[in-house]
């Protein structure tokens, strides 16, 4: 009783009209013992007229009436306060109708308020929602600010999106979606996929989260052409990769997709002519990008020098290192790390023509270093400093 008092007053606030249809009568006791002496109370039972006259009579422009008619609404056409009617607002003391007005909202949206009855349940909810309401909100609106609510969140797609991410890859191939987990009880996962879909263009007849980052892993990947997602993905993948407070989740979903899509195994067949683009969704990727160039490198493709009559062949392999250490004399760092040049005495010597010794660590935000080790080469007749590219990659 004291709820629905208190949701009259709050309407009261508004509005100087208050009519009040009960169908069944059950409301009857709560209509007469509603407290505001400054409200006026009228019940209409075969008087509308008299009422009418009551109401339009009144010397006070300003007075306010509660008018309760225990039986239904009827038509417009035989509701003979339907004048009066439009000038006020209609009370309705049902559950959906009470969470409305504790919100704030009109009754345009009754059957939202129907469909996610669990969340106005809890008056915290119902206060942090009251809080984001804005007067041209729509449906989409409201449901939005409810699971940005629920999930501690900025009031956006991308935001939940990478909140929910943030669980483990692992773990969300055995625990219950991160997404049910928070909006289900409130019906309101239906409603996040719907705007999903809108925005990345992902579909699946039974969406998930991890369904989504493999879709989303995949369209990322320039090895795979059988995903296509609208480029809000590759937005989105961009800020997820970027961001302080979720690159962590990032590296995770990265280094499981990588193996979950077998994406070294792809690059293994990947015709040289072709190029990565400008993707880095993937470790392996780095480490293929500095494969490459090494290889031009041995090649000659960068205006290097080939290697010296008789040196040993270069050596490339990508394998563990023990830890980073970093020593040296002078460096050029590239776009992917260090390039050293191989010299006889096992030292090396750097881009500008620096003298480097030991190993030589690349640091970029991000990856794993590189370490690139001097390999031994045969001494010739030359200038006494025979050069040739070598030395192991090494990934830690």
């Given at each position: 009783?004291?709820?629905i ?20 009568g ?15 109370k ?21 007075a ?7 039986t ?18 209609e009370?309705?003391?049902?559950k ?28 915290k909810?119902?206060?942090?929602l ?16 409810m699971?940005?609510?629920?999930a ?13 991410l ?16 928070c ?18 263009g ?17 369209g990322?990947?320039?090895l795979?052409?059988?995903v ?51 993707w ?17 490198f ?5 205006g ?39 010299r ?34 045969r001494p ?6 025979n ?10």
């Amino acid at each position: 009783m004291k709820r629905i008092h208190d949701s009259l007053q709050r309407i009261f606030q508004r509005h100087r009209l208050v009519f009040w249809y009960d169908a069944t009568g059950e409301w009857a006791e709560t209509f007469t013992a509603y407290p505001d002496a400054d409200v006026a109370k009228l019940t209409v039972a075969g008087n509308e007229f008299g009422t009418k006259v009551r109401i339009v009579r009144d010397p006070n422009p300003e007075a306010r009436f509660l008018i309760y008619v225990p039986t239904a609404r009827p038509p417009d056409a035989d509701n003979w306060l339907l004048d009066l009617l439009l000038q006020g607002y209609e009370y309705k003391a049902d559950k959906a109708s009470l969470a409305l007005q504790d919100v704030g909202l009109p009754h345009e949206f009754f059957q939202l308020a129907e469909d996610h009855a669990p969340y106005f349940a809890s008056g915290k909810r119902v206060q942090a929602l009251k809080e984001l309401i804005g007067k041209d909100d729509q449906s989409r609106d409201v449901r939005l600010k409810m699971m940005a609510v629920l999930a501690g969140t900025a009031v956006e797609i991308d935001a939940l999106l990478l909140h929910f991410l943030k669980a483990n890859p692992e773990d969300a191939l055995i625990e219950i979606d991160p997404v049910n987990e928070c909006l289900q009880s409130s019906a309101l996962e239906a409603p996040f996929w719907k705007e999903v879909t809108r925005l990345f263009g992902y579909t699946a007849t039974a969406p998930a989260l991890r369904d989504f980052a493999v879709s989303l892993f995949r369209g990322a990947n320039p090895l795979d052409d059988q995903v296509a997602l609208h480029p809000h993905a590759k937005v989105f993948l961009q800020r997820w990769k970027d961001s302080q407070a979720y690159s962590v989740s990032f590296r995770e979903w990265s280094r499981h997709m990588e193996r979950e899509l077998q994406i070294e195994t792809a690059l293994g067949g990947w015709d040289e002519r072709k190029s990565l683009g400008g993707w880095d969704t993937f470790e392996v990727f780095e480490k293929f990008t500095l494969l490459r160039l090494c290889q031009s490198f041995t090649k000659g493709g960068l205006g290097r020098r080939p290697p010296c009559g008789g040196a040993a062949a270069p050596r490339l392999v990508l394998a563990p290192a023990a830890r980073p250490r970093l020593r040296r004399a002078g460096a050029s760092r590239g776009a992917a790390g260090i390039i050293g040049v191989g010299r006889a005495d096992g030292g090396f010597r750097g881009r500008r023509g620096e003298s480097l010794r030991g190993e030589l660590v690349a640091h970029r935000p991000g990856v794993s270093p590189l370490h690139v080790e001097p390999a031994p080469l045969r001494p010739s007749a030359g200038d006494g400093a025979n050069h040739a590219v070598g030395g192991k990659i090494l990934r830690e």
